[in-house]
């Protein structure tokens, strides 16, 4: 915090119970004092900022009126989560926000008992309110559920999935709209459409406070009101589409405004069934720098919070996401059926410059995994070569359709992957862990580890020329710091490369850790080998290093269970070769949130834990 800045009442919240004992006129000022200690705050820790600014006085209104953690909040994403960690008793560890041992980013249940349900990918929050409503109606237990989701995450299919069934479902649980025209890229779809044609009707607005009005006379009209008013909704405005889903639908309404929002859900409580609130919120609410670009502000690094981000900067070293963006506006350049899939991601994945050059052939399909993979795969059928950009960790999201859509039909669509491995500070919920494993086991799909940033381009390039799926993965931020040319050159398929002969050890390295294995080979004197393909394997070479090497080690940021180590040995024990395998890799557990070159360090996978544990094994070895 900056020495000038004090939060006289905010220091006296220990939890919702003492928000509650605040007389109301007190909130408006307590609001204040909220968003400025989260713009100072994440100043000095980085994190997610425009979101939570939007979120100030909705989650103040929230504690208020429920009696949370009795009642419970579910917080769809958790983007918008740090008022509410602030509220229930973590401001001081804020300052540790996404360190290691620090708090989480994201909702976490082991944190704290307000967290009831742990998040940080999107479209979950209303199916998990809909299974405490109605596990709390098994029970007995008078309690109010409420699924807070954004405009961007209800674009997904598992959130309609979840109206549709509590629609029917006789659940008592409210489902609050924060509406803020925003996901991290700009909306984009249909329903991005009918929520700005509903927000933006004064007539549709005006015809809700007269049906409001006309509920007020006398019982025989009371049917003739609610009639009228649904006719009107009808004829003006979309709303009436969550009330076809068996919703009592209310809103729009301001969702920076503590004197509509809390006789507006105070109200709410006494409502059985399912009901649905609409609020309209900004994104940067209250720090104009993050206003007036919500999206430069959704994820920040550390920054001057007077003085906002930097302009200009140019981020250091060149990353694999920006290397992807430019191979992908070379190869459209080149090749007229390239085609640019992104599930609302365009700027996390690299693909800014593509969306302006190639407007035509950028596609954008909103916060949908699933879709995108199966839009992809009707693409490719029709002869276009789509090119799916997408997280690791959000590929999970959409298993199904890459086995079924797209591998089970042979279809040459190119997932670029990025984020693969350990991405740091968001933790578990965004580790790009389990790639190498799910997709190996898939028949007709290669998978493809690029070591650095130069290999990145070019197996891109691989990729896309090779008639079938391919998964081509790469980790956040820089590597070795090679530089791409600007040539559009392949290299073999299913070939691997030995970059540094030795004796006795050899060194397996897919991808990433490549840069380690050959720190480790020099003290070692150890051979690396640069694998590139988990799939197909390059066989030939794993058995050549079995020949003249008494221990094979593989080394991936991936899941050991079943990874690319995995598949050494399976080649292995197919050709009868029984040289010691030591495979290096990720623990079987969830890993936490820290710093990226901690967190490897901690696990064993930098240049001092790979020495160490070969020596380990070697000692052990010699001593049977």
């Given at each position: ?59 103040l ?58 998040v ?97 006379f ?91 981000i ?30 640019g ?9 690299g ?26 795969a ?35 669509v ?29 028949p ?53 490369e ?9 060194l ?58 995995s ?25 936490d ?10 696990l064993?996978?930098?240049k ?17």
């Open positions: 915090m900056t020495a000038a800045s004090t939060f006289p009442l905010l220091e006296r919240i220990a939890s919702p119970a003492d928000l509650r004992r605040l007389d109301r006129k007190q909130l408006p000022v307590l609001a204040a004092e909220l968003r400025q200690f989260l713009i100072e705050s994440v100043a000095q820790t980085g994190g997610h900022l425009s979101s939570n600014l939007g979120t100030v006085e909705l989650t209104a929230l504690h208020r009126v429920f009696n949370t953690p009795d009642d419970r909040l579910v917080w769809d994403v958790g983007h918008q989560c740090y008022p509410h960690k602030i509220l229930t008793g973590r401001r001081e560890g804020m300052s540790r926000l996404r360190m290691r041992h620090g708090l989480a980013g994201f909702p976490k249940r082991c944190e704290s008992e307000y967290d009831t349900f742990g940080g990918h999107s479209s979950t929050s209303i199916s998990a309110a809909l299974g405490m409503a109605l596990a709390a109606k098994q029970q007995g237990l008078p309690r109010q559920v409420v699924a807070i989701i954004g405009d961007g995450a209800m674009s997904a299919g598992q959130a309609f999935e979840a109206l549709n069934n509590a629609g029917v479902a006789d659940a008592d649980m409210l489902v609050i709209l924060n509406d803020n025209e925003m996901s991290i890229s700009p909306p984009v779809g249909a329903l991005n459409n009918i929520l700005t044609r509903l927000t933006s009707s004064k007539t549709y607005n005006a015809a809700r406070e007269a049906g409001r009005h006309m509920l007020g006398a019982p025989p009209l009371l049917e003739l009101a609610r009639r009228a008013e649904e006719h009107v909704k009808g004829m003006i405005a979309p709303g009436t589409l969550f009330e076809e889903f068996g919703f009592h639908y209310y809103g729009p309404i301001d969702g920076h405004d503590l004197d509509a929002l809390i006789p507006t859900l105070e109200n709410l409580k006494q409502i059985k069934g399912p009901k649905f609130l609409h609020v309209i919120t900004k994104k940067g609410q209250g720090y104009k720098l993050a206003e007036a670009d919500p999206i430069l502000y959704h994820g920040v690094s550390k920054f001057s919070a007077d003085e906002g930097a302009s200009g900067k140019s981020g250091g070293k060149l990353s694999y996401t920006q290397v992807f963006g430019d191979w992908l506006c070379d190869m459209a350049r080149a090749d007229a059926r390239l085609v899939i992104t599930p609302a991601m365009r700027e996390g994945s693909m800014v410059r593509f969306a302006s050059e190639q407007p035509a052939r950028y596609f954008d399909v909103g916060i949908a995994e699933q879709h995108a993979v199966t839009f992809a009707g693409m490719a059928c029709e002869g276009l070569k789509p090119v799916v950009a997408i997280y690791s960790t959000f590929l999970q999201r959409a298993y199904d359709q890459l086995v079924h859509d797209v591998a089970l039909q042979n279809l040459p190119v997932f670029a992957v990025d984020r693969g491995g350990l991405v740091g500070a968001d933790g578990p919920t965004h580790h790009g862990t389990f790639d190498l494993s799910f997709a190996a086991c898939i007709n799909l290669a998978v493809i580890t690029p070591a650095d940033e130069a290999e990145c381009r070019a197996l891109l390039t691989t990729a896309f020329r090779h008639d079938g799926p391919t998964l081509v993965r790469y980790p956040r931020g820089s590597g070795l710091g090679t530089v791409p040319g600007n040539d559009l050159d392949a290299l073999p398929f299913g070939k691997g030995i970059r540094r002969p030795g004796r006795q050890v050899a397996l390295a897919f991808g990433s850790l490549l840069g380690a294995a050959l720190a480790a080979g020099d003290d070692l004197n150890a051979t690396v080998a640069n694998m590139r393909f988990v799939k197909p394997l390059d066989a030939d070479l794993v058995a050549e290093l079995a020949g003249n090497h008494s221990l094979l080690v593989t080394l991936e940021e991936n899941a050991v269970i079943g990874g690319a180590g598949e050494v040995e399976r080649v292995l024990a197919e050709r009868g070769l029984a040289v010691p395998v030591l495979r290096l890799g990720l623990p079987d557990r969830f890993i949130h820290g710093e990226q070159g901690q967190l490897l360090a901690e064993g996978l930098d001092a834990g790979i020495v160490r544990a070969i020596q380990a094994r070697l000692a052990s070895d010699n001593r049977q």
